[in-house]
Structure formats: structure tokens, C-alpha cells
């Protein structure tokens, strides 16, 4: 039916049937064209939605990169300002703080000169103690060798002493 062109002939005028299809075909192609149509307008609204959300999502990107900038400028000058002029109290702390290491140095040197001198002294003391057991030590061994030589004469005169046994 899609290709009808001439209709039949009835008493009346057309078939009736023909003219009914004929309309229905129509309508349906027509209903096809409305569809596509509808589909590209709709496409074609969805891209210029999009076109246009690009601009407006550029700028707001703009105003939060100008509102960044002007922070980081506001920063840097802060910055700036507090690398130039130190506080009183950053100062003061400041000398506080070499003082206490200064101090520190000092106390660290005189304990460290301290241990020094009675790390002598106590090398002394040993050194003394140490001579004073070795000449203790040769005058028993002297002592011992004397007694050992007495008790081997006595013992030699014991012998020379006893009576002979028979």
C-alpha cells in the first residue's frame, strides 16, 4: 500500500478501504517524520544547553581563579611583611635562646674540665696505690725467700743435729 497512487473506483467515487490505508500510511510516515524531528530538535537543545553551561562554568572557574589570585597576593604580602619586620617577642626569643646556648656551652665546657682533673687525679691515685702494692708485693716475696732460707737451714741443722740410729 505504501506505493498507492490511484485508487480504486466505487459507485460512489473511491473504495473506501483505500483511501482508509492510504490515510493510515500517511499518518504513520508523517508520525515517523515527527518523531525524527523531535529527536533532533531534542539533541540539538541538549548541545546548545551544553554550549551555553560552558560558558557559565568558565566563569565561575574565572571568579574562583581571580578569588585564589587574590588570596595568594594577600598571603604573599603578609608574608613579606612578616620576613622584613620581626616582631619584638621573635627577637627576644631569638636572644633568649642563644643565651641559653651560650650557657649551656659554658656548663658543658667547665663539667667537661672537670671531669678531666679528677680523671687525673684518680689516674694518680691508682698509679700510687698500684707502685705502692708492687714494692709491698717484692718486700713479702723478699721476705718469703728469707724464710724459705731460714726454714731450709733449720731443717739442714735438724739433720746435723739428730742422733744417728744404729
Known amino acids: 500500500m505504501a506505493g498507492i497512487q490511484n485508487f480504486r473506483s466505487a459507485l460512489s467515487g473511491f473504495n473506501r478501504e483505500d483511501v482508509v490505508h492510504y490515510i493510515e500510511y500517511l499518518n504513520q510516515q508523517h508520525n515517523s517524520q515527527l518523531e525524527q524531528l523531535n529527536t533532533q530538535l531534542q539533541n540539538a537543545q541538549d548541545a546548545l544547553?551544553?554550549?551555553?553551561?560552558?560558558?557559565?562554568?568558565d566563569e565561575e572557574l574565572l571568579a574562583r581563579l581571580e578569588a585564589a589570585e587574590r588570596r595568594c597576593a594577600d598571603l604573599e604580602a603578609q608574608l613579606s611583611q612578616s620576613d622584613t619586620a620581626p616582631t619584638d617577642n621573635e627577637l627576644e626569643a631569638y636572644r633568649r635562646?642563644?643565651?641559653?646556648?651560650?650557657?649551656?656551652?659554658e656548663r658543658a665546657s667547665q663539667i667537661y674540665a672537670r671531669a678531666n682533673a679528677v680523671l687525673a687525679e684518680a689516674t694518680l691515685k691508682v698509679e700510687s696505690v698500684s707502685q705502692g702494692m708492687n714494692n709491698m708485693a717484692e718486700q713479702i716475696s723478699?721476705?718469703?725467700?728469707?724464710?724459705?732460707?731460714?726454714?731450709?737451714?733449720?731443717?739442714?741443722?735438724?739433720?746435723?743435729?739428730?742422733p744417728e740410729e744404729e
Do not use: H, W
Request: cysteine-free; hydrophobic content about 45%; aromatic content about 2%.
Open 49 to 57: 544547553a551544553r554550549a551555553n553551561a560552558v560558558p557559565k562554568a
Open 97 to 105: 635562646a642563644e643565651r641559653a646556648e651560650r650557657m649551656a656551652r
Open 142 to 162: 723478699q721476705q718469703l725467700d728469707t724464710s724459705r732460707q731460714e726454714l731450709q737451714d733449720a731443717v739442714t741443722a735438724m739433720y746435723a743435729i739428730r
